[in-house]
């Protein structure tokens, strides 16, 4: 059975029908935009984390490059050395 309301009764429930529309539009556009800023906040966070991670790796292969630099120096200067050492021996032993 349907109950039948006074004229100003069926426009106040009509008016609050809109408000109840307009305040569940507003909260559906408040939650989307919450998830919105949840995806880009997640977002934000794996790349942030992609980017560290390559950070780190190209810090570890410039080191690594940096110490093989290193190793070859000193070892050149090493060989050099011992050239030297050998030149002033055989110098020696003309003498």
């Known amino acids: 059975m349907t109950q039948t309301y006074s004229r100003p009764r069926?426009?106040?429930?009509i008016a609050f029908g809109e408000v109840q529309k307009q305040f569940f539009a507003k909260d559906r556009a408040v939650e989307?935009?919450?998830?919105?800023?949840?995806?880009?906040?997640?977002?934000?966070?794996r790349l942030r984390e992609a980017r560290l991670?390559?950070?780190?790796?190209?810090?570890?292969?410039?080191?690594g490059a940096l110490l093989a630099k290193h190793a070859k120096a000193d070892d050149e200067a090493t060989r050099k050395a011992e050239r030297d050492r050998l030149y002033a021996d055989r110098k020696a032993r003309q003498a």
């Not at 069926?10 to 429930?13: F, N, S, T, V």
């Not at 989307?32 to 966070?45: C, G, H, N, P, Q």
């Open 53 to 63: 991670a390559k950070e780190a790796q190209d810090r570890a292969s410039a080191t």
């Open 32 to 45: 989307e935009l919450d998830s919105i800023v949840l995806a880009r906040e997640v977002k934000t966070l």
């Open 10 to 13: 069926q426009r106040a429930e």
